[in-house]
């Protein structure tokens, strides 16, 4: 089920919100099973038959919660959370990398294994990071749940299930408990729908239009001119984030509506005047634990600056690899590490660059890197960086040679990309919201229940609602 189909809107939501409100005026526990089940039916509405799997995986991880909780020996503890992560982390490498790793394995050593074509199951990265993160919090007395029905709710909680924000056990569950969140709260309920179609319209009219575009260059078009392959990559670079931060919006707006807080996931991360900015600023949920459980765990920046580069570096491969089994994947998370590093060897000289000039440099590395990120092979990606580095020619609109007479006939012709014009007004409606807009956040922070906001929400909803017609899937459902 899609947050942006009429089933969810019109009929998931209303009656999830209302039969949680209406038994947990009754009986606490019975309306934390309802959000349960109500959480595991949404998760199954793609394909049942992966409801065993994130029922199994609960499971185990709730197992091995309480098994750290009771334990007080170092050394047991310790091999308790070694054979928690090597569970998930095989769970998540069986479905999401054999394959990957098989077809490599083919092309070392030409041979013929057959793969195994297993379908990612939904929200594998998400929910088994999230459960990594709560094993480790458990281990250092940071969490505790001694309750599988509190467990299941934390994993399985709808609004975040499928694709984040990734939250820690200690966030969330203690805002079940609150005696203030048990009854509908109108200001919530209000902020939450505001917030969540204003994820709407960012999915259904931005991103989806912007994909259009983004999916002819690149699985399209045999190759592309100057100009198109720039109109390309940046309606990608703006699919992705009116996308995956629609997304967000719509987890945190239907999550609020439950009087439940989710963190913050962006927060105008194309405003960025440096990479590590922009990392604070983008998938925020994702940098917090990519920093807490794989950065600092490798030493972070405590032994020295080689070993501080060879972390940064190390960390980007395996966020890069945990977005998608291929070596597009790890070659943008390199490309971000190498950044990084680059970055903090510039700090060390103590110059100050201009404030537009840092930020022209850092959104357009962010929107190189995204070739890669996008592409579906590095043909697909070089194919683009060729158009934009002009390798194919700068071609003019033909309509212009009669007024550019000057110019010899070749350099004009008619775009493969037939509403270029379209294109190009969107690409600059993405740099105004984006740079000069506020962001859904600041939106959320000043929200007043009121009629300019009532009709300001009205207003996104019913031009989303006639987008609906065409459903699509967030583009972190393939992550």
């Known amino acids: 089920m899609l947050f942006n189909s009429f089933e969810f ?17 009754f009986h606490n526990r019975l309306a934390k099973f309802w959000l349960v089940s109500a959480s595991l039916f949404f998760y199954s509405w793609w394909n049942i038959k992966y409801l ?10 709730y197992i091995v919660g309480k098994m750290l909780n009771q334990n007080r020996q170092q050394t047991s503890r310790k091999n308790i959370l ?11 490498g069986y479905f999401k990398y054999a394959d990957f790793f098989i077809n490599n394995l083919n092309y070392v050593l030409n041979s013929h294994l057959n793969l195994l074509n297993i379908v990612l199951p939904l929200a594998i990265s998400f929910f088994t990071f999230q459960q990594i993160a709560y094993l480790v919090d458990t281990y250092r007395g940071e969490a505790k749940e001694y309750d599988l029905l509190n467990y299941a709710l934390f994993v399985s909680f709808f609004p ?14 203690p ?8 009854g509908l709260n109108y200001a919530n309920l209000a902020t939450g729908l505001f917030i969540f179609f204003i994820g709407l319209f960012k999915k259904v009219v931005i991103a989806d239009t912007f994909a259009v575009w983004a999916t002819f260059g690149f699985d399209v078009a045999l190759s592309l001119s100057f100009i198109e392959a720039w109109l390309i990559s940046l309606s990608y670079t703006f699919q992705l984030y009116f996308d995956f931060s629609g997304y967000t919006d719509m987890a945190i707006g239907a999550a609020l509506m439950l009087n439940i807080k989710l963190p913050i996931n962006f927060f105008s991360p194309y405003k960025s005047l440096n990479i590590q900015e922009f990392w604070r600023r983008w998938h925020m949920t994702l940098s917090r634990f990519l920093q807490d459980y794989v950065y600092i765990p490798l030493g972070g920046n405590r032994k020295g600056e080689y070993v501080t580069y060879r972390n940064l570096v190390l960390t980007f491969l395996i966020g890069g690899l945990w977005h998608g ?24 000289f103590n110059i100050n660059m201009p404030k537009v ?8 590395f962010v929107n190189l890197a995204w070739v890669f990120f996008r592409a579906n092979t590095f043909t697909d990606a070089l194919k683009v960086i060729r158009g934009m580095l002009g390798l194919n020619g700068i ?14 006939t070749n350099s004009f012709a008619a775009y493969q990309l037939t509403d270029i014009r379209n294109a190009f007004i969107f690409v600059i409606l993405g740099l105004v919201i984006t740079l000069a807009c506020k962001n859904s956040i600041e939106l959320k922070d000043k929200f007043k229940p009121n009629i300019l906001y009532l009709l300001w929400a009205a207003i996104l909803a019913l031009i989303a609602f006639t987008q609906l017609t065409g459903v699509s899937e967030f583009l972190y459902f393939n992550f």
């Open 9 to 25: 809107i019109f009929l998931f939501l209303p009656i999830s919100i209302i039969g949680y409100f209406i038994i947990n005026h």
């Open 395 to 408: 071609i003019l609109p033909s309509s212009w040679a009669d007024k550019l007479a000057m110019f010899s």
């Open 325 to 348: 089994a291929g070596w597009n994947f790890v070659f943008w998370g390199f490309l971000h590490g190498l950044a990084l590093v680059i970055h903090r060897f510039w700090r060390k």
């Open 160 to 173: 975040q299930l499928i694709a984040g924000p990734i939250v820690h056990h200690k966030e969330m569950m």
């Open 52 to 61: 065993p799997l994130i029922l199994v995986s609960i499971a185990f991880n």
């Open 82 to 92: 070694i054979l928690g992560l090597i569970g998930n982390l095989g769970l998540l």
């Open 175 to 182: 805002q079940f408990l609150a005696n203030d969140n048990k």
């Open 357 to 364: 000039i840092a930020w022209f440099l850092t959104f357009n």
